[in-house]
Every structure is written in structure tokens, then in C-alpha cells.
């Protein structure tokens, strides 16, 4: 570089900036360049008119291209250069890539050629004086020899052909599009198509998946198509080549998001976040699989075992949290966010767990052609094997009413079935490896059994001259197998499901329950020990992976380390019969395609128009409407819902109606050939839902009675479950409820059902969403809020009133207070 001056006039050759110096002060404020070597000063000159730099522009350059020579591209060369031109300027300075690789010297020669603030960064001839140019000093000719000996190497080896974006030269702001480097008829990121529509889109997909290229950029994001085959690209060999590698050095993997996301951790030290998202079947849960697997060899450790550990906690999870349904034999039916932590240094030191919407009413209903969770079959089929089948109180015979279904007539065709049993080898495997003892273990599988054997107790009317509305017990066997596998006395299970108490007037009632009634506390009883269960496997879980820092809670701790999160819920949802559930489901599909449009579209597009950028705006559709007719309070679906939740004589058909006369949106619909339905006209198309149920999934009651009595189990799990306190979204805490010491949430009694409950989830998805920064792959700066408990203060003991939900704080309040739109 070289500098020449004549009557105040000096024009600069310079490395991607050339400019014209018309002040006698040297600087300028206009600029022609490519922006992967533009200074940021540079960049400040096309919109702020007061700005201006010096020939220090070029020592940038220069750092930038000692970063290129070493790691063979420069930095954001991956992203396309109009948007390199917005990173530069906010990014912190670039790095190499990998610069333990490269000596001490060297790595701060590029460190301070790329202050930010060019007042503050030196001159060519500062530069001079660098320890690692001076070393130099009398080796010209040594130098000179080995650099033309690897010229000569490179020419032999041949010329490797980059496929980029293409390139744009700014001048005064304006864009100046140069030749095409590569052909992009068949590309591997659709960013960079001169035509980009839908019909493109999939075609240019639809030609890769026949090509078994499954994986696909656009731009930031990675495209996943569901090959329903095993690929031989997830090997060793395959991970190794996906480590500290650029997105154009190898085709598009999920490998390669692992790594964007590890490699911004460790080099900014900030947390980053992988959002999944797709239809259910659409691959999510098996791309979590591939994103944990790869982050714990990039995170390597001496510790092996709390690797395996991390590994089989997917595994663990699906089995208690996935379902058989009529599109995918293993869909999610819960949401998940996995947070693993790791050192300042990039060493995976943890895990932690946060889950949502467990789809509890699976246990005591499926629909046609679907199943139960998986763990209620793994573990027939296992204890079977294992000859502890009548240990547990489970029968040979008949199905449990749990289990039913049209293709399962006898239990033989579960004891019998291999893929049953191998996964029960498989999930006891991780349950070892992870820690679990054996009397939890065998804590687990007596709670599993009571509740299937609780699903076979049957009532019948008892008519006497004075009563007409009570209930007995038919089958006494079910009924003390459920108290002997829970560890409480069969009498007082009898009578807690067959009456209630009601105080009048500081006096107790006992009052007995119809046949209806004990059926309903039949099954809520059998959701609540499942979904508490479930929390408290979750909870245990982040104990024993919870890394020796936090363990100890050290406030002093120097080494905080940074997080890598993975979001998977589950998939947009779409069946012949649609039921609260999917409702929930797409709810929270909506949110997260709202913050999909915030930060892919519009936010982008208001950075454009902010900068005066002359860019064309994209076209979308904004779901926001539909999620303030879903959210809205006092006449949003679920304030609806919860309103006529409060009423007892209220019924599905008097719901749907209210829904009719209050949702006057383009999105609602009511068909007029089928009774207790309605439609949504969704982002991802229209959904038909019937409406029957709706009041009593969303009521979810739980009696006192039954609180109390799990609350005397001699079974240590079982007591845990019932004694811990609920988080504000439903879910297990992991204090006791008299111990704890959060504060005690406010919330009326009648407002307390299962579309709260949903809504709070969803809303503890979205809000540190909001709050954080966009990077790559949807990735984000974001840790989950800590949940606040609600403190069991043991008012039932003394006022035995009917419950809802266990205390469970709902979905739809916390919505509405913490509004994200």
C-alpha cells in the first residue's frame, strides 16, 4: 500500500476501498469498495453525511486480509454482502477462526489492526514497529524463497473453485451487482437465486431431495426435509468436517448450525439459541438428536460420563414424552428447551431442561389410530420379560382400559413385541447412565402401574329410597392394586374417588359422587400423577446434570461460561378430528411464526429503511391479528374459554356459541353442516376443531381429597409430586412447598384451568425471544426465565374445597399480562 500526494489531492490504492482525499486534513466521506473489507468507518460515510476517515482505512483492510490468508476467506463471508454491510458496523471486531492455531504475535497484529475506532487504531507506519512485522527484520530473502515454494505447491495442487454470493460494490449508498460467480441453478443456499418464489423454492428442493441433499440455506436459516431414511452423513468422519469449518466449505448439514452456534459462543462469550420448527413429522425431534451430538464433541470433555449422560436425556424424555399419532410413530407431545452450558473456554460442563404443554390428557384418551405414551408399553413389555409383571400388579390378560385401542385386543400383543422390549432395555440404560437409583427406578415404575391400574377401576349407581346419585366401586382388586402400588390405604382412596367434601357455613360435608363424577376424579387423578411425574423426572434430570459451579452455587465465581440452547415444540398440527389440544398446539406454532416474521422480515426491513437503504421489501403475512383474536383480553378465544370455564352449567355448545357471537374476525369460521365445531384459519392453512371436551380439558380439576391422600403416601416419589410446589405454568418445582422461598402467586381461585396453564407456557417460550438478539440459524441470546413457584401454604388441610388443577397457575393469564404483540 502506498500513498502519493499533490496539492492536497491523494488517492489511495487500498485493499477493497478506494478513495478520493479532498481536505487538508486527509479524510474523505465517500467511498467505493466490497464490503467484506470496509472499515466500519467506511460503512458510516454512506448514511451519516458528519462522517469521514483516513488512510487508517487501510489497516483494516489489512487485518481483514490476514484473517482471509489465514482462515482462506474473510469474515461474514458467508453472508451476503448487503448484509455484511450492516454486521460490520455492529459486529465486535472478527477473529480467526481457530487462533490457537497461530502465534501470539500475530493474533494481536490482527487485533489491533481492527480497533473499531479508527481514531484510536495506528498508522502503516505504527504498524512498522509490530513485533511481528520486526521480526522479519533480515529475513526477506528465507521468506521470499518459502512463500514462491508455496506458490509453486498451490499451482500444482490446482485451483479451488468458491461458490459465493454475488459480489456488490457500494458507491453513495447505491448497489452495483458485478458478474455472477458461480452457475446457481442447482445452489445450496436459495439466497442466492436472481428469482426467489415459491414454485422455485420447491423445485430447487424437491431436485435436491431426489439427490438425497436433505439440507438447504436460505441465507441464515437451514432448511431440513425429512429424508424417512437413514443417511450415511452423520458419521465421525462427517462430524469432523463440520468442526470450525465455513458454511461454504462443505455442503449445507446440521452439523454445520452446531458448529455457527458453538463457535459465536465461545468467540463473543454470549449465549445462542437453535430454534426447530416445522409440522409434526417434519424431523424436529431427530435434528435435536444430531444438534446435542455434535455440540457435546465440539464441548469435549475429559468427563465421558456426563456426555453420555447429556446424550441419552433425549432419549429418556421421549420415551415418557412421545406418542404414537395417525402421521408420525414418534411425535412429540410436549415442548422442550434444552440449555446446555459450557465453559468461557467452550467446555460442555451441564445440561438443564425446561419442558411445556405435556399433552396430559393422552393418558386416559387417545384418538383413532393413535396410542398412549410410549413408556406405558416399554415397561409391560419389559417387566414381562423380566417376569414382575404381578410385582407390579399388572395383568396378562385383558388390556388395561388405558391401553386399548382397535388393533390391541390381548396384552400378548405388547409382552410379545421385540421393539418394546428393546427400547425398556435401552431406557433402563439411561436411566442408569444418567444416574436414577434403583429405588427410584423402581419408584417410577409402581406410580406407571398405579396409574394404569387406577384406569381399570369401574363405579356403578347405587339406588336407595333416599339416594339416586351415588357411586361404589365394581372391581375392588383395581382399586387396591392403584393404593398398594401408591402406597396408601384402600379405604381412603374408595372414598376420595367416590365423594367429596363441601364446607357450609365452617361446616364439612360429605357429599357422594355420581357415577360421572368418580369417573372424572378417576382420570384426572391418573393425568395429575402422570404430569407431575413427569416434572419431577425433568427436575431430577437438571440435578444430576447440573454443572459443579451452580451445584455449589458460587456467587464468586469467576467462570460463568455461556449457554447453547435448543427449542423444540411440537408441530403444527392439522387431523380429521382436531380437539383442545391442537388448539394449544397451533396457538404456540403461531407465536413462534410471528417472531419467525419479526426477525426474518420485519425487523430486517425496518434496519433497511432506518439506514435509508434503497432495498425491496418483501412481501408476508403478518399473523399478528390472528393472535390478538387468540390473546385479547376480555374477548380473545381463551378469555372466552376461561370465562365460560367459571360457569357450571355451561357446556360445549354454549362455548362454540360464544365464540360465534364475540370473534368477529376473518379468521373464525363456523361450518354449518357440523354441530360443536368451529375453524381457524391458521398460517399454515384452515383447521376444523371440535369443540367437544373443550370445557373439561380446560377445567382439568383435581378434589383436595385426592391431594391429601397422595400427600400420606409411604411412596417417597409420590409424596414428592403432591408436596412440591407448581411453577406459574404448571410444571413441578424443585423446592418444597413450605420450604420455598419464592413469592406466592396471586391469582383468583376460578381462574385457575389448563388454557391458562397453556397460554403461561407458550408465553415463558416467547418472552426471552423478544428479548434477545437475532443471529444465524435463528439462533439467539436468550436464557429462560426462572420459573416462580406457587407455594403450597396447606390451606387444603384445612379447607378440603375442590381444587383446580393442583394449584396450576394457566397459560391464558399469563398471556395476557405478559402481552409480547
Not at 453513495?172 to 439466497?191: E, F, R, W, Y
Not at 430486517?604 to 432506518?610: G, K
Request: aromatic fraction near 8%.
Amino acid at each position: 500500500m502506498s500513498a502519493s500526494l499533490h496539492d492536497n489531492i491523494g488517492l489511495i490504492p487500498v485493499l477493497g476501498v478506494s478513495a478520493q482525499l479532498t481536505s487538508t486534513r486527509l479524510r474523505c466521506n465517500t467511498s467505493v469498495g466490497t464490503p467484506f473489507w470496509m472499515a466500519p468507518e467506511v460503512i458510516a460515510c454512506e448514511q451519516q453525511l458528519d462522517s469521514s476517515y483516513d488512510v487508517r482505512c487501510d489497516v483494516w483492510s489489512l487485518g481483514i486480509t490476514a484473517i482471509e490468508l489465514a482462515d482462506g476467506n474473510p469474515p461474514l463471508t458467508d453472508l451476503h454482502p448487503m448484509r455484511a454491510l450492516f454486521k460490520i458496523p455492529r459486529n465486535p471486531p472478527p477473529k480467526l477462526h481457530q487462533p490457537e492455531l497461530w502465534s501470539e504475535s500475530f493474533n494481536d497484529f490482527i487485533a489491533i489492526c481492527l480497533i473499531k475506532d479508527f481514531e484510536h487504531r495506528p498508522t502503516i507506519s505504527d504498524l512498522l514497529e509490530h513485533p511481528f512485522i520486526r521480526q522479519i527484520q533480515g529475513k526477506e530473502k528465507a521468506l521470499q524463497k518459502q512463500l514462491m515454494e508455496l506458490i509453486d505447491l498451490h499451482q500444482q495442487m490446482g485451483t479451488i473453485e468458491k461458490t459465493r454470493h454475488e459480489r456488490i460494490h457500494t458507491k453513495k449508498g447505491q448497489g452495483m451487482k458485478s458478474n455472477p460467480i458461480s452457475n446457481l441453478v442447482n445452489t445450496d443456499d436459495l439466497a442466492t437465486l436472481e428469482v426467489l418464489d415459491e414454485n422455485t423454492v420447491t423445485e430447487q428442493l424437491q431436485k435436491r431431495y431426489s439427490e438425497e441433499q436433505i439440507y438447504t440455506y436460505v441465507g441464515d436459516i437451514l432448511i431440513a426435509v425429512n429424508p424417512f431414511q437413514k443417511l450415511n452423513i452423520y458419521s465421525t468422519e462427517h462430524s469432523r468436517q463440520y468442526i470450525a469449518a465455513k458454511h461454504t466449505a462443505n455442503p449445507p448439514h446440521i452439523f454445520a448450525v452446531a458448529d455457527t452456534a458453538y463457535q459465536a459462543m465461545v468467540t463473543y462469550n454470549s449465549d445462542q439459541c437453535i430454534v426447530i420448527s416445522g409440522e409434526s413429522g417434519a424431523g424436529k425431534t431427530e435434528s435435536t438428536h444430531f444438534l446435542v451430538e455434535q455440540l457435546t464433541v465440539l464441548g469435549k470433555t475429559n468427563n465421558r460420563m456426563l456426555q453420555e449422560k447429556i446424550l441419552q436425556v433425549n432419549n429418556l424424555l421421549e420415551a415418557f414424552g412421545n406418542a404414537c399419532t395417525v402421521i408420525n410413530n414418534n411425535s412429540s407431545r410436549f415442548g422442550k428447551y434444552l440449555e446446555m452450558r459450557f465453559t468461557s473456554g467452550g467446555t460442555v460442563m451441564g445440561a438443564q431442561i425446561s419442558e411445556y404443554l405435556l399433552e396430559k390428557s393422552r393418558v386416559i384418551h387417545q384418538a383413532p389410530g393413535e396410542k398412549n405414551f410410549h413408556i406405558f408399553y416399554y415397561i409391560y413389555a419389559g417387566l414381562a420379560q423380566k417376569n414382575k409383571l404381578a410385582h407390579y400388579k399388572l395383568s396378562k390378560g385383558q388390556p388395561p382400559r388405558y391401553l386399548q385401542d382397535e388393533k390391541i385386543t390381548m396384552m400378548e400383543e405388547i409382552v410379545t413385541n421385540y421393539f418394546y422390549k428393546v427400547q425398556f432395555e435401552a431406557l433402563e440404560q439411561c436411566f442408569k447412565v444418567i444416574g436414577f437409583t434403583l429405588e427410584e427406578l423402581g419408584n417410577i415404575y409402581s406410580i406407571l402401574a398405579a396409574i394404569l391400574n387406577i384406569g381399570n377401576i369401574e363405579f356403578t349407581s347405587v339406588v336407595t329410597e333416599h339416594q339416586t346419585d351415588k357411586s361404589n366401586i365394581v372391581n375392588l382388586e383395581m382399586l387396591e392394586n392403584a393404593s398398594s402400588l401408591l402406597y396408601i390405604q384402600t379405604d381412603e382412596l374408595q372414598e376420595a374417588l367416590t365423594s367429596h367434601c363441601v364446607v357450609t357455613r365452617g361446616e364439612t360435608i360429605v357429599r357422594p359422587n355420581t357415577v360421572e363424577k368418580a369417573t372424572d376424579v378417576r382420570d384426572a387423578t391418573a393425568k395429575a400423577l402422570y404430569g407431575r411425574l413427569f416434572s419431577w423426572i425433568v427436575n431430577r434430570i437438571n440435578t444430576l446434570l447440573k454443572p459443579e459451579t451452580f451445584q455449589s452455587d458460587d456467587a464468586d465465581s469467576t467462570d460463568k461460561g455461556a449457554n447453547i440452547g435448543i427449542l423444540d415444540i411440537f408441530g403444527f398440527e392439522n387431523f380429521k378430528r382436531n380437539s383442545f389440544e391442537q388448539l394449544c398446539i397451533n396457538i404456540a406454532n403461531e407465536q413462534i411464526q410471528f417472531y419467525f416474521n419479526q426477525h426474518i422480515f420485519a425487523l430486517e426491513q425496518n434496519e433497511y429503511l432506518n439506514e435509508n437503504v434503497d432495498a425491496r421489501l418483501v412481501e408476508y403475512e403478518d399473523n399478528r391479528p390472528l393472535l390478538d383474536m387468540f390473546l385479547q383480553k376480555p374477548v380473545g378465544l381463551l378469555s372466552l374459554l376461561d370465562e365460560e370455564s367459571r360457569f357450571p352449567q355451561a357446556t360445549d355448545h354454549t362455548l362454540v356459541g360464544k365464540f360465534e357471537d364475540n370473534l368477529k374476525s376473518n379468521y373464525f369460521w363456523r361450518p354449518k353442516t357440523v354441530d360443536l365445531s368451529f375453524g381457524i384459519n391458521h398460517y399454515a392453512g384452515k383447521v376444523l376443531y371440535n369443540a367437544s371436551g373443550f370445557l373439561a380439558k380446560n377445567r382439568d380439576t383435581l378434589p383436595a381429597d385426592i391431594v391429601l391422600l397422595l400427600k400420606s403416601s409411604d411412596n417417597k416419589i409420590t409424596r414428592q409430586v403432591v408436596t412440591h410446589p407448581l411453577t406459574k405454568s404448571g410444571n413441578l418445582s424443585h423446592s418444597r412447598g413450605k420450604g420455598a422461598t419464592v413469592p406466592r402467586v396471586r391469582t383468583p381461585q376460578h381462574a385457575t384451568n389448563h388454557s391458562k396453564t397453556c397460554l403461561q407456557e407458550k408465553r415463558q417460550l416467547q418472552m426471552p425471544l423478544k428479548k434477545s438478539a437475532t443471529h444465524n440459524n435463528l439462533r439467539n441470546s436468550f436464557r429462560l426465565p426462572q420459573a416462580t413457584a406457587e407455594v403450597d401454604n396447606g390451606d387444603s388441610a384445612l379447607n378440603p374445597r375442590e381444587t383446580t388443577n393442583m394449584k396450576t397457575q394457566t397459560v391464558a393469564s399469563y398471556f395476557r399480562v405478559w402481552h409480547i404483540i
